[in-house]
């Protein structure tokens, strides 16, 4: 590497130097490194090189999502704080007339505020789930908490006249009972949201063994392009915008999913074919309660 060869030259008319470049992991994936070199003198004589190599290919990812995070936020909180502003600016100008437009402006600006405050609310638990905050664990039983969801979300199913089943039985696991309830909420809502009229929800958890615990959560929904698979569970990731807007979505949703699941050592995978369905599966290793 040019920059390397050119830091050693230096170091060795004494001026040390360091710099960064690409390289190989330990684990040999390509990935980037920062290098020392100093020169080492013994009575001003020249006895040796020091060169460090620390790699630092996982503080520039972190770096990097931090940087789309805050980028990605400010737009998020951009987009509706408009809307708002501008619907707000016409009715106080007397610009909408009568009483029906004044209803229909307002509307929006209240539909617009309670997007702002679900989106504040998911960046909030996300940093909190991040940060290891109000991680008490305590005994819970996935059912019980798939059987709440499912009651939260009959009401929005009916209006698609979406079918929900639950199926499996009691779940013992090691937890934080709010965490392990959002899992699960998020999934069976999005199987719900993504959906088709008249479509299918099931929703299964059972216990395994080597104390573990499986949720699957499936739906006959629109299904999520292969491309897409991979991406969905970043932050703001949303395959098709509009429809995630229309249904009230923050992009946040998985994300905090990904995260609850990390936290308690628990693996997701997902199978998905677009116009068939999408089945998402976390197998919780290990946390049953004994
Ligand atoms: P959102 O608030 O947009 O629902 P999520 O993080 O929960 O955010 O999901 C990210 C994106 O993944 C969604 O916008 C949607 O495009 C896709 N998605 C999630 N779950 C499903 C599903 N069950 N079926 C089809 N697409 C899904």
Redesign the pocket.
Known sequence: NADLLLAVDHAVKGVPSEGIIPCRTLSNAEGFCRYFVHPVAQENCLTGLLILFVDITEQLKAQKIREEFSANVSHELKTPLTSISGFAEMLSQGMVKNQKEVAEFSGMIYKEAQRLLHLIDDIIRLSCIEEGKNQAEEAADLYVLAKQAVEHLTPLAKQENIDISLSGGPSPIVGNITQLYELVF?LCE??V??NVPHGKVQIETLPLENSSVRLTVS?T????PKEHQER?FERF????KSR?KQTG???????IVKHIAEQHHGSISLSSAPGRG?TITVLFSGRRQQ
Not at 221 to 224: D, K, N, P
Not at 249 to 255: E, Y
Request: glycine share 20%.
């Open positions: 998020n999005n199987a949201k993504y739906d929904g629109i299904g999520i969905i990731y949303r395959v098709d995630s979505g923050t992009g946040l949703g998985l994300s999408t």
